[in-house]
């Protein structure tokens, strides 16, 4: 049973808008969730992590929330580039070992069009 | 500068061929990872790691063996490969999250794209 699910699973825009990505899990427990990009051909990359029960982050165009209690988590892109064409993973670790299992998402894919 | 590297990038096996793939991190990192990507799926945890040595079942490890020779070296065996094992494969290396300021990212290779024909 798919644990982390992502919707849309793929969403074209425009360069110059913003859009929203999100993620919805029900892994258990749940100690941090983390958001991946993954461009066409290539290994993923970490854009940021959320740990708190309720928490923001922020990086550059890239900002992200999670709320535990509703396992939800969204992923917004303002003023999207031709370069943020690529997949957005969402990934969630648990806390079933020391070695923090992770949880994939199938991914958003995403493209931006001039 | 902290790397995890993949090789090949590309492979086409044969039905019943044995495969290797490889994989070398720089970042010192203790624990490593195989993973599969296939169209409509998370990634798939194979064989994992805790260090030189030491292999571990994932979720997926039917048809798969792991040897970690080294903190540095992890590779992924394919003793009899069959078609339903084309997809691509990605190495990671991390150590296990705690909070914000200790939680690093996984570092992931750039796969290594497999056909079994």
């Known amino acids: 049973k798919t644990q982390v699910e992502q919707s849309p699973q793929s969403l074209v825009v425009r360069q110059g808008e913003n859009c929203v990505l999100q993620c919805n899990y029900s892994v258990t427990p749940d100690n941090h969730l983390r958001w991946f990009k993954q461009d066409t051909g290539k290994g993923l990359v970490s854009l940021t992590v959320?740990?708190?029960?309720?928490d923001k982050t922020s990086n550059g165009r890239y900002s992200a929330t999670l709320d535990k209690d509703a396992k939800h988590s969204t992923l917004h892109i303002t003023a999207t580039l031709l370069d943020d064409t690529a997949t957005y993973i969402c990934v969630v670790g648990d806390r079933g070992s020391a070695l923090g299992r992770l949880h994939f998402g199938a991914g958003t894919q995403l493209i931006v069009i001039p | 500068e902290a790397a995890v590297t993949q090789s090949p990038r590309n492979k086409v096996a044969v039905t019943g061929g044995k495969v290797t793939l490889s994989c070398n991190q720089t970042?010192?990192?203790?624990?490593m990872y195989w993973y599969r990507q296939d169209t409509g799926h998370g990634l798939r945890l194979i064989h994992y790691s805790y260090g030189a040595g030491s292999t571990e079942k994932g979720d997926i490890p039917d048809g798969y063996k792991a040897s970690r020779p080294s903190q540095e070296n992890f590779s992924l065996i394919l003793e009899l490969a069959t078609p339903s094992q084309t997809s691509v494969y990605f190495c990671?290396?991390?150590?296990?999250?705690?909070?914000?300021?200790?939680?690093?990212?996984?570092?992931f290779g750039e796969g290594t794209r497999l056909s079994v024909l």
């Open positions: 970042n010192n990192h203790n624990n």
């Open positions: 990671a290396s991390g150590d296990a999250p705690r909070d914000r300021v200790n939680n690093q990212a996984p570092l």
């Open positions: 959320l740990v708190d029960q309720k």
